[in-house]
């Protein structure tokens, strides 16, 4: 209604028509105003005029707004068009018309854009600004020039407005901006309604005037002052101008709330900011600290991994082992089936070696006996020939008999020589003839018996000759055979040992293979369950004995041995955990028994409690004060036990063969039994053993039971601590070692 009622008053009143396209060639600042058939026409009148100025633009007659722009966009055609407006006005290289144009341009329209490009619009489309109008009218009211005045300051306002905080007032104030241009819009359409027609209804078209922000506001008051100036400066009344002042100080109270506004924003803003800094701060800091300790997680993570990766790799580890093993035991199958084999074939072969070689032993015995027998007869033969050469020694002494014989044939030979030469010479006395007749004859006698002489002397010499060489051979014969006869019995003896040896050796052999058949057998079973079987040995020790084992038995077995196997290291683990979740320091109390001789001494402990709590009284003070309580893990009383003491201690002895570190310590005044708890009192039975010595008993039993599958190691260092002064109780030259550099390693591995 009001739009066509206020176009209506517009034409009729004969302003600018918004079909009429203007000389000066400001079309398109009224678009906005045309309908689309109006703008249609004008586009088309624009394009005819422009192919006429310059016929090789080739505008088509249906060129849209796109069209023109893209032609336009650049410069060169209105530069062109200037130049054939008028010719060599836009030369190239002078920019003096551009530089002229400019400034029209600033002077038609630069006074109405703020510095900051706001552009004091008004709402009919024309872009003369109010100063412009304003100076080259000569306006001189009073009024106008307040307002003048109040349109600089609100374009000030405005600036201010446009800023972030002020562009989207609030609810509240949007709905007070709302009203009050209700008030004005009312007055105005009322009793001035044929002010700034145009622009009221302008402004409520685009605008709602219930949620019109503040720089519509201004906007208004601005299109009011640019109406009224147009119009005549004396045809505004008072009562406009004192509504445009309420405006304005409407506005001018709701900027400085809007500053209130801001400054407490501000302030709150400067809170926040200090409070957001501190946080940081403690952020910082907490930062800091939180980067220490995400670095230990960090660690503790990479530790860990390295411990998962490492137990993977055992976890590999033994699954190949399983594998390997299981390979292993189809293995000793076959090696079990083929041993048997070879044990039948061994057994046969041994059968049939016990035969040969009881047949070779009877034949070694015969060859012996007969040996024996050959040495026997030899040793008669030896015996004979000693006899012989006895004999022969016996013939050598006729020999010599004979010699002497001889010599005593040569004796008499001589002593026949010589009576023959003494009748020789009885002869040659008694006949002279006679002796001259027979010399000769005596002669040839005396010869012959010198050659008879000689003859036996020979015969004498050869024969001794021939008796000392065979004295001698005889008695080299006789060291010979004696030689002989020793190396004979000698060996005899040897045969007779190395005969007993060999038979000792075939029993030997008979049992060894007895014993190998019997370990063989074993030895296969064994090598199939070692790995798994550990613990079980000494369980499944009657079972190692049953030979032969079927596949099916030997599997069931190491299956058994297997899930035992897991069991334990479960059991195991759990065991740590429940030490773990018991307490990984725990703390007992032991009460020492009066010692002979303090019995009439009164106890102060007042009470024991069951779940560790001990109650102590302090009789110097009086009331509450004498009464203490202590809380331990638990408290054993004047009667326990050695053994009872240790059973709380027992189950980290098996944590140290599991891999744990423990520490137990005695701590207390002198006198108050801590030697007696870990040592036991002088002379021990094994009934009052302290923890030491139980522990360590436990320690070597637990180790052994666990020889089959874990090796332990296990050392002692004995440390004494007196005056800071570290001793090596157990060094062996004697000396103390200060300080000694495994301290920290305890007593149990
Ligand atoms: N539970 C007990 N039962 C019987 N006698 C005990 C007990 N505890 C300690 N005693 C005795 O108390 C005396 C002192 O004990 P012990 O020598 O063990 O004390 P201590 O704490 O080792 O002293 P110190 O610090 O001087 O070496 C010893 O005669 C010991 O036999």
């Not at 412009?132 to 005045?149: A, H, I, K, M």
């Not at 008051?221 to 109406?227: A, P, Q, R, T």
């Not at 119009?231 to 002042?245: D, F, K, T």
Request: net charge neutral; hydrophobic share 30%; glycine share 6%.
């Amino acid at each position: 209604m009001m739009d066509s009622s206020s176009d209506n008053h517009k034409t009729q009143k004969g302003g600018t028509s918004t079909s009429s396209v203007p000389a000066n060639g400001d079309m398109f600042g009224r678009v906005v105003n045309g309908t689309g058939e109006t703008e249609g026409k004008r586009l088309a009148f624009l394009v005819e005029w422009l192919n006429s100025i310059l016929p090789d633009l080739g505008l088509p007659e249906t060129a849209s707004d796109e069209d023109l722009r893209s032609v336009l966009i650049d410069g060169t055609i209105l530069c062109r068009l200037l130049n054939r407006l008028r010719p060599c006005s836009v030369d190239e290289g002078s920019m003096k018309t551009v530089i002229d144009c400019l400034l029209t341009l600033r002077t038609r329209l630069g006074s109405s854009v703020a510095a900051d490009g706001f552009s004091l619009f008004s709402p009919t489309g024309n872009y003369d600004s109010p100063r412009r109008d304003l100076s080259s009218r000569g306006f001189s009211s009073p009024l106008t020039v307040e307002e003048r005045q109040k349109v600089l300051s609100e374009s000030k306002f405005q600036r201010s407005l446009r800023s972030p905080v002020m562009s989207e007032p609030s609810a509240g104030l949007m709905h007070h901006v709302g009203h009050k241009f209700h008030e004005v819009f009312q007055v105005k359409q009322g009793r001035y309604a044929d002010l700034p027609a145009a622009k009221i209804s302008e402004m409520m078209k685009s605008n709602s005037l219930d949620n019109a922000p503040t720089q519509s506001l201004l906007s208004v008051v601005n299109g009011i002052l640019d109406e009224s100036v147009e119009r005549n400066n004396s045809e505004i009344p008072h009562r406009v101008a004192c509504l445009l002042r309420k405006v304005v100080q409407e506005i001018e109270r709701r900027i400085s709330t809007q500053a209130e506004h801001l400054r407490t924003q501000n302030n709150l803003f400067k809170a926040r900011e200090e409070k957001y800094q501190s946080r940081i701060r403690v952020l910082e800091a907490l930062a800091s600290g939180t980067n220490e300790e995400s670095e230990l997680f960090r660690n503790h993570l990479q530790q860990m991994k390295s411990e998962r990766t490492k137990i993977e790799e055992k976890k590999k580890a033994d699954d190949e082992d399983v594998i390997r093993l299981k390979k292993e035991k189809e293995h000793s199958n076959l090696q079990i089936s083929g041993l048997k084999q070879e044990l039948d074939i061994a057994k046969k072969t041994y059968d049939l070696r016990c035969l040969q070689m009881e047949t070779d032993a009877r034949g070694v015995k015969a060859a012996l006996e007969e040996r024996v027998k050959d040495l026997e007869r030899l040793l008669a033969d030896s015996r004979n020939k000693v006899k012989e050469l006895e004999e022969n020694s016996e013939s050598k002494h006729q020999v010599s008999n004979e010699t002497l014989k001889l010599e005593e044939k040569v004796k008499e030979l001589e002593r026949l020589l010589e009576a023959s030469r003494n009748k020789v010479k009885e002869l040659e006395e008694s006949s002279e003839s006679k002796y001259q007749f027979s010399q000769g004859q005596l002669e040839e006698r005396v010869k012959e018996l010198e050659n008879l002489l000689a003859d036996s002397r020979k015969k004498e010499k050869e024969l001794q000759a021939n008796s000392e060489s065979k004295c001698q051979s005889w008695i080299k014969k006789e060291r010979v055979y004696h030689n002989f006869m020793e190396f004979q019995l000698g060996s005899l003896k040897e045969l007779r040992l190395s005969s007993v040896s060999i038979k000792q050796e075939i029993m030997k052999a008979e049992r060894s293979y007895t014993s190998e058949f019997d370990h063989l057998g074993r030895v296969v079973l064994f090598k199939s369950c070692i790995r798994s079987m550990y613990l079980v040995m000494e369980d499944f020790h009657a079972l190692l004995y049953i030979w032969p084992f079927s596949g099916v038995k030997l599997q069931a077995l190491a299956d058994a041995a297997e899930n035992y196997h897991s069991l334990l290291a479960e059991n195991r683990r759990l065991f740590n955990e429940i030490q773990d979740l018991k307490g990984n320091i725990r703390v007992y109390c032991r009460i020492r028994p009066f010692l002979p001789g303090q019995k009439e001494k009164r106890t102060l402990v007042e009470h024991v409690g069951d779940n560790g709590e001990l109650v102590v009284a302090d009789r110097s003070r009086p009331g509450k004060d004498g009464h203490r309580l202590f809380k331990f893990n638990k408290v054993y009383g004047s009667d326990a036990t050695q053994a009872e003491v240790y059973t709380d201690t027992q189950p980290f002895i098996r944590s140290v063969l599991d891999g744990y570190n423990v520490c137990i310590f005695a701590y207390g005044q002198t006198g108050s039994g801590k030697t007696y708890t870990m040592t036991g009192p002088n002379n021990a039975t094994k009934e009052n053993w302290g923890v030491n010595y139980r522990a360590l008993n436990d320690l070597f039993d637990d180790s052994q039971q666990r020889k089959s599958s874990i090796m332990y190691e296990i050392g002692v260092q004995m440390v004494e601590i007196y005056n800071e002064q570290v001793r090596d109780l157990l060094s062996s030259d004697g000396t103390p070692k200060k300080y000694p550099s495994q301290i920290t390693k305890c007593c149990f591995k």
